[in-house]
């Protein structure tokens, strides 16, 4: 007998459906023919915490036990939420995996999980810690959930062994995940008395858009000119607006500068008119897809990527957790057999060996987004799938349309005098094509009839504009940037608007040197965990940090918490290196443990170089009620608040930190040293001393 481990429940029953019809359905696994197919609950194993490596008798989190840094990883059952025993049900599907593992008649053991990364170390570690003897270890890759491709992969098995490298990036990836998470919270939360969720990857996500956010709030608009002509020639009007600009200081020499053009005249120097063929935009990987669900139906990631999956789940649709926009070219007789089916169908698509649409050099373990053969009645979709399956299926199919989409592109070139010459651009669709199945927002637009020598009527005067501030984050422009944050977000959307081809090979060799900000797999997660941690929200299709995120981000500098986007990548680097085979898990992890000792080194920073303590710190005895003073979240306050004492000191007042020292020298002598950098609320600054009067914390402009 052969056993096949799922990774969950659904593929465990597409997979049996796809090895035949005489099922035996047993508690927790189904034999079929000569298998034996069982399953997980995705994670039934998770990390220890820190409290197994470093027991403590306190029953809250400490500093005593951190950084902590286990010389061997340790796997436990996953806990039921809020217990320390494992869940029943893990339990219970475990001990079924355990005995069928050790059964004598199973001769093999396939790992069946998700085709990536984390599916793959989910299955190891339950055969890892079931099985009591040595058996054949075989794996099943599936790119999509079929019948028929899961009767194809179960002829193709590879040795187990083949995928230890992906194994080894994703232990590597796990360990690194719960170091920084485990040990750089706990430090965080007590440190500032307040949950704060540190992880590799979401703290660069949050820090992107609190920066983006702080960009915009302190920008300050400027007036500036251009000179621009609006003269019509023939009836018709031409714009002319000239690339030089002049500041708001400058309006003189911009005047003077349009009586310059005006005396110099306008002249058209070439029009060029040809037929061009629009190509359709690529196939779509996992981001891309969510990009455009969330442009055209506002559509979050999180309920993107469930409702793709699925459809995956449901054979709809390929493997979702893609990086690429491509197909291999082994999958050419595949596509023409999806092809033929869709043709069937009455849409007019064909096959096409195109370098475009076929490229093994920009996929690093899975293809585009693709419909599979199994085309679903409309009936069986929910109006959101739909939306989603739709958005794919016409993609498809305007990928491989056999009706090219041909446009009238023009061009006319128009100098004025020697000193600038002006191209205007039009677009004119002659042939539909593609376009009929697939968005294509672009308008036409119509050029002046002109010819080369037509002399151009022109006035240019100066034109007032204004700097604009950058935009928010939209979960397009969000998700480009987590792809390559090292790309100017300009370049990306410039290609965005381009007809045809775009050079897309920078962002794919980022992707393969790890410098991505997560992955397609995990970035939706990371991104709902931010929002549910109250860090940023998302509104329509545009991201904001609020202020616990302005919070977090403030109190990781503070930290010495330095988790940006270069950091992050560089420990991404790491994990594809030991995905090729350059490096080891080992020391992969001992990087991570370099990075996280250093934060413990420096201790706490604050940003302005004041020393505010930590949290739970003793700044002295309350005037008011003679009880202890803390340092707290906010503010050095009376442990006597309970029973009603509203003595505090804030930590932060008029924008300027209040440090510890001032703070127990106020509680013991009545008085601080004069401080300087206080901003009143009028934006201005003034330097005080804080006595205390009355049992409260004043300031006193007269002690200087």
Same mark, same amino acid.
Request: with cysteine; hydrophobic share 35%; glycine share 8%.
């Given at each position: 007998?052969?056993?096949?481990?799922?990774?969950?429940? =659904?593929?465990?029953?597409?997979?049996?459906?796809?090895?035949? $019809?005489?099922?035996?359905?047993?508690?927790?696994?189904?034999?079929?023919?000569?298998?034996?197919?069982?399953?997980?609950?995705?994670?039934?194993?998770?990390?220890? /915490?820190?409290?197994?490596?470093?027991?403590?008798?306190?029953?809250?989190?400490?500093?005593?036990?951190?950084?902590?840094?286990?010389?061997?990883? &340790?796997?436990?059952?996953?806990?039921?939420?809020?217990?320390?025993?494992?869940?029943?049900?893990?339990?219970?599907?475990?001990?079924?995996?355990?005995?069928?593992?050790?059964?004598?008649?199973?001769? +093999?053991?396939?790992?069946?999980?998700?085709?990536?990364?984390?599916?793959?170390?989910?299955?190891?570690?339950?055969?890892?810690? +079931?099985?009591? =003897?040595?058996?054949?270890?075989?794996?099943?890759?599936?790119?999509?959930?079929?019948?028929?491709?899961?009767?194809?992969?179960?002829?193709?098995?590879?040795?187990? *062994?083949?995928?230890?490298?992906?194994?080894?990036?994703?232990?590597?990836?796990?360990?690194?995940?719960?170091?920084?998470?485990?040990?750089?919270?706990?430090?965080?939360?007590?440190?500032?008395?307040?949950?704060?969720? @540190?992880?590799? @990857?979401?703290?660069?996500?949050?820090?992107?858009?609190?920066?983006?956010?702080? $960009?915009?709030?302190?920008?300050?608009?400027?007036?500036?000119?251009?000179?621009?002509?609006?003269?019509?020639?023939?009836? %018709?009007?031409?714009?002319?607006? =000239?690339?030089?600009?002049?500041?708001?200081?400058?309006?003189?020499?911009?005047?003077?500068?349009?009586?310059?053009?005006?005396?110099?005249?306008?002249?058209?120097?070439?029009?060029?008119?040809?037929?061009?063929?629009?190509?359709?935009?690529?196939?779509?990987?996992?981001?891309?897809?969510?990009?455009?669900?969330?442009?055209?139906?506002?559509? =979050?990631?999180?309920?993107?990527?469930?409702?793709?999956?699925?459809?995956?789940?449901?054979?709809?649709?390929?493997? !979702?957790?893609?990086?690429?926009?491509?197909?291999?070219?082994?999958?050419?007789?595949?596509?023409?057999?999806?092809?033929?089916? @869709?043709?069937?169908?009455?849409?007019?698509?064909?096959?096409?060996?195109?370098? *475009?649409?076929?490229?093994?050099?920009?996929?690093?373990?899975?293809?585009?987004?693709?419909?599979?053969?199994?085309?679903?009645?409309? $009936? &069986?979709?929910?109006?959101? %799938?739909?939306?989603?399956?739709?958005?794919?299926?016409?993609?498809?199919?305007?990928?491989?349309?056999?009706?090219?989409?041909?446009?009238?592109?023009?061009?006319? &070139?128009?100098?004025?005098?020697?000193?600038?010459?002006?191209?205007?651009?039009?677009?004119?669709?002659?042939?539909?094509?593609?376009?009929?199945?697939?968005?294509?927002?672009?308008?036409?637009?119509?050029?002046?009839?002109? *010819?080369?020598?037509?002399?151009?009527?022109?006035?240019?005067?100066?034109?007032?504009?204004?700097?604009?501030? !950058?935009?928010?984050?939209?979960?397009?422009?969000?998700?480009?940037?987590?792809?390559?944050?090292?790309?100017?977000? &300009?370049?990306?959307?410039?290609?965005?608007? %381009?007809?045809?081809?775009?050079?897309?090979?920078?962002?794919?060799?980022?992707?393969?040197?790890?410098?991505?900000?997560?992955? %397609?797999?995990?970035?939706?997660?990371?991104?709902?965990?931010?929002?549910?941690?109250?860090?940023?929200?998302?509104?329509?299709?545009?991201?904001?940090?609020?202020?616990?995120?302005?919070?977090?981000? $403030?109190?990781?500098?503070?930290?010495?918490?330095?988790?940006?986007?270069?950091?992050?990548?560089?420990?991404?680097?790491?994990?594809?290196?030991?995905?090729?085979?350059?490096?080891?898990?080992?020391?992969?992890?001992?990087?991570?443990?370099?990075?996280?000792?250093?934060?413990?080194?420096?201790?706490?920073?604050?940003?302005?170089?004041?020393?505010?303590?930590?949290?739970?710190?003793?700044?002295?005895?309350?005037?008011?009620?003679?009880?202890? @003073?803390?340092?707290?979240?906010?503010?050095?306050?009376?442990?006597?608040?309970?029973?009603?004492? /509203?003595?505090?000191?804030?930590?932060?007042?008029?924008?300027?930190?209040?440090?510890?020292?001032? +703070?127990?020298?106020?509680?013991?002598?009545?008085?601080?040293?004069?401080?300087?950098?206080?901003?009143?609320?009028?934006?201005?600054?003034?330097?005080?001393?804080?006595?205390?009067?009355?049992?409260?914390?004043?300031?006193?402009?007269?002690?200087?």
């Amino acid at each position: 007998m052969v056993l096949i481990i799922a990774e969950k429940p =659904s593929l465990a029953r597409n997979i049996a459906a796809g090895i035949g $019809e005489k099922q035996e359905k047993n508690d927790g696994y189904i034999t079929v023919g000569n298998y034996i197919v069982s399953w997980a609950f995705g994670h039934l194993f998770s990390l220890a /915490d820190i409290e197994y490596y470093s027991p403590t008798d306190k029953t809250k989190w400490t500093l005593d036990n951190l950084p902590c840094f286990p010389e061997k990883f &340790k796997f436990e059952l996953r806990r039921a939420e809020g217990k320390k025993s494992a869940d029943a049900g893990v339990k219970k599907q475990f001990s079924v995996l355990e005995k069928l593992c050790n059964r004598q008649d199973v001769e +093999a053991i396939v790992n069946a999980g998700d085709a990536d990364r984390e599916g793959e170390i989910i299955v190891r570690l339950c055969i890892e810690n +079931a099985l009591k =003897s040595k058996k054949k270890l075989l794996r099943l890759w599936l790119p999509d959930q079929t019948p028929e491709t899961v009767a194809r992969a179960l002829t193709e098995m590879k040795d187990e *062994s083949e995928y230890d490298n992906l194994a080894g990036e994703g232990y590597a990836r796990t360990y690194i995940d719960w170091l920084y998470g485990v040990n750089l919270t706990r430090y965080a939360t007590i440190t500032t008395g307040k949950l704060l969720r @540190v992880g590799r @990857v979401i703290a660069p996500i949050v820090r992107a858009i609190y920066d983006r956010d702080l $960009e915009i709030r302190n920008f300050k608009p400027e007036k500036y000119y251009v000179i621009k002509s609006a003269e019509e020639t023939h009836g %018709e009007k031409i714009e002319l607006v =000239s690339k030089l600009k002049f500041t708001k200081d400058e309006l003189l020499a911009a005047t003077d500068k349009a009586t310059e053009y005006n005396g110099a005249g306008a002249v058209v120097t070439a029009v060029d008119s040809k037929k061009d063929t629009v190509l359709p935009g690529k196939l779509f990987s996992l981001s891309t897809l969510q990009n455009v669900l969330g442009e055209k139906y506002k559509m =979050s990631m999180t309920d993107s990527l469930r409702i793709i999956q699925k459809l995956y789940e449901d054979g709809y649709l390929t493997y !979702p957790r893609t990086n690429s926009e491509y197909l291999a070219t082994a999958e050419k007789d595949k596509m023409r057999s999806i092809i033929s089916n @869709v043709s069937r169908l009455g849409y007019p698509v064909k096959f096409k060996d195109s370098k *475009s649409i076929f490229d093994d050099s920009k996929i690093e373990a899975h293809s585009a987004l693709t419909p599979t053969y199994k085309i679903p009645p409309k $009936e &069986k979709l929910s109006e959101e %799938e739909s939306k989603v399956y739709s958005t794919v299926f016409r993609r498809f199919v305007a990928v491989f349309c056999a009706e090219c989409c041909v446009a009238q592109k023009s061009e006319i &070139k128009i100098k004025v005098g020697e000193l600038e010459e002006f191209t205007l651009k039009g677009t004119v669709i002659l042939e539909r094509g593609w376009t009929k199945y697939d968005d294509y927002n672009k308008k036409d637009k119509i050029l002046p009839n002109l *010819s080369v020598g037509d002399e151009v009527n022109i006035l240019f005067a100066p034109d007032e504009k204004e700097t604009t501030p !950058p935009k928010h984050y939209t979960i397009t422009t969000l998700n480009n940037y987590l792809k390559n944050p090292f790309k100017d977000d &300009k370049a990306r959307a410039k290609e965005l608007l %381009e007809l045809g081809e775009v050079d897309d090979a920078d962002d794919y060799r980022a992707i393969f040197e790890g410098l991505e900000l997560g992955t %397609e797999a995990t970035r939706s997660g990371i991104i709902e965990n931010a929002k549910k941690s109250g860090y940023i929200e998302l509104k329509k299709d545009v991201y904001k940090i609020l202020p616990g995120g302005e919070h977090f981000i $403030e109190s990781l500098g503070k930290l010495s918490i330095s988790m940006d986007k270069y950091k992050t990548s560089e420990l991404g680097k790491a994990l594809k290196r030991v995905y090729r085979g350059e490096m080891s898990v080992e020391d992969s992890v001992k990087l991570a443990e370099a990075e996280i000792r250093e934060v413990f080194d420096k201790g706490p920073r604050p940003i302005s170089g004041v020393d505010t303590g930590k949290y739970g710190d003793g700044v002295g005895l309350c005037p008011k009620c003679g009880r202890g @003073v803390v340092r707290g979240k906010f503010n050095y306050g009376c442990m006597g608040y309970s029973d009603g004492c /509203d003595f505090r000191i804030g930590i932060n007042i008029c924008r300027r930190d209040i440090p510890i020292d001032e +703070a127990r020298r106020l509680l013991a002598t009545g008085t601080t040293a004069l401080l300087n950098g206080f901003i009143s609320k009028n934006g201005k600054k003034f330097d005080a001393r804080l006595i205390l009067k009355d049992g409260n914390a004043v300031f006193d402009f007269q002690a200087r």
